[in-house]
């Protein structure tokens, strides 16, 4: 890929984004050099970077969609959306219920200055440019108040976004935040990257090429279970146990398939408020 978009206002070119590194390793064209090299940097120390994208997406919308066609689901808020690419959410969800309502959230410029390929043209999608650090600004938006019926569940879809907050900003009590927001019945489907099981020099230059992009902070399969705590956790599949699993496994049709290398890259799952 040799060509980059505009330079929409507020985008910093010269600093990568997790957002367009994403949308890059996804074979997207919302991107800038500098999220390129990024990219190059931890692909470099394995092969893996575009499985362990896909399988994230992959779960993004395996999740969603089961929420829609399963539970009938009729609103959802995706936070740290990202950039438009293939299988945006309400597009997913909008084939199993029609007139689902989807809201996304996320803070970089970049997606607002893209948003109009989110949004549905009959009204059941918004677009909001905040930081997940600011539940409140986000819960009380009004684009999200005209979508969202808190007194009826909501699917909320938090997937590769919380290893972006550190500690000392309590990633778990904002989890908990937005999920203590919604009405029981809800569901929430949470992935997040992990450090165990992976080349320690892999996580090393994940880290330093997240270094430029205000940090990355790989977890524990316990810390990132911490994430469902006073919910339901779901089985990935038919047959398990209520767990937290990589997931690649979570609604994958053949289990004994899907746990590739990329998916070990992740830790995650979809859980019931009661």
């Given at each position: 890929?040799?060509e980059s978009?505009?330079?929409p206002?507020?985008?910093?070119?010269?600093?990568?984004?997790p957002?367009?590194?994403?949308?890059?390793?996804?074979?997207?064209?919302?991107?800038?050099?500098?999220?390129r090299?990024?990219?190059?940097?931890?692909r470099?120390?394995?092969?893996?970077?575009?499985?362990?994208?896909?399988?994230?997406?992959?779960?993004?919308q395996?999740?969603?969609?089961?929420?829609?066609?399963?539970?009938?689901?009729?609103?959802?808020?995706?936070?740290?959306?990202?950039?438009?690419?293939?299988?945006n959410?309400?597009?997913?969800v909008?084939e199993?219920?029609?007139?689902?309502r989807?809201?996304?959230?996320?803070?970089d410029?970049?997606?607002?200055?893209?948003?109009?390929?989110?949004?549905?043209?009959?009204?059941?999608?918004a677009v909001?440019?905040?930081?997940?650090?600011?539940?409140?600004?986000?819960?009380?938006?009004?684009?999200?108040?005209?979508?969202?019926?808190f007194?009826?569940?909501?699917?909320?879809?938090?997937?590769?976004?919380?290893?972006?907050?550190?500690?000392?900003?309590d990633p778990?009590a904002?989890?908990a935040?937005?999920?203590?927001?919604?009405?029981?019945?809800?569901?929430?489907?949470?992935?997040?990257?992990?450090?165990?099981?992976?080349?320690?020099?892999?996580?090393e230059?994940g880290?330093r090429?997240?270094?430029q992009?205000?940090?990355?902070?790989?977890?524990s399969?316990?810390?990132?279970?911490?994430?469902?705590?006073?919910?339901?956790?779901?089985?990935?599949?038919?047959?398990?146990?209520?767990?937290?699993?990589?997931?690649?496994?979570?609604?994958a049709?053949?289990?004994e398939?899907a746990?590739?290398?990329?998916s070990?890259?992740?830790?995650?799952?979809?859980?019931?408020?009661?």
């Amino acid at each position: 890929m040799s060509e980059s978009p505009l330079v929409p206002p507020g985008v910093d070119p010269t600093r990568p984004s997790p957002a367009r590194i994403y949308d890059y390793v996804l074979g997207g064209t919302y991107n800038f050099q500098v999220d390129r090299e990024a990219a190059e940097r931890i692909r470099a120390q394995s092969p893996d970077l575009a499985d362990a994208a896909w399988v994230n997406r992959g779960f993004h919308q395996r999740a969603a969609r089961w929420m829609a066609a399963g539970q009938q689901i009729r609103q959802f808020i995706d936070i740290g959306s990202g950039l438009p690419t293939q299988g945006n959410t309400h597009g997913v969800v909008q084939e199993a219920v029609p007139g689902a309502r989807v809201v996304y959230v996320d803070k970089d410029p970049m997606v607002r200055a893209y948003a109009s390929e989110f949004l549905s043209g009959n009204g059941t999608t918004a677009v909001i440019t905040a930081d997940l650090c600011e539940p409140d600004s986000i819960l009380k938006a009004p684009a999200l108040q005209a979508l969202i019926d808190f007194d009826q569940p909501v699917g909320l879809l938090m997937t590769a976004v919380l290893h972006f907050v550190a500690d000392d900003a309590d990633p778990w009590a904002l989890a908990a935040r937005y999920v203590g927001a919604l009405a029981p019945g809800s569901y929430l489907a949470l992935s997040h990257v992990t450090y165990e099981g992976l080349s320690p020099r892999l996580v090393e230059e994940g880290v330093r090429v997240y270094q430029q992009a205000d940090g990355v902070y790989p977890r524990s399969r316990e810390q990132i279970g911490r994430f469902f705590s006073g919910l339901e956790l779901l089985p990935p599949y038919p047959g398990a146990e209520p767990a937290v699993t990589h997931i690649g496994l979570w609604g994958a049709e053949a289990h004994e398939l899907a746990d590739s290398d990329g998916s070990h890259w992740w830790f995650g799952g979809v859980a019931r408020r009661p």
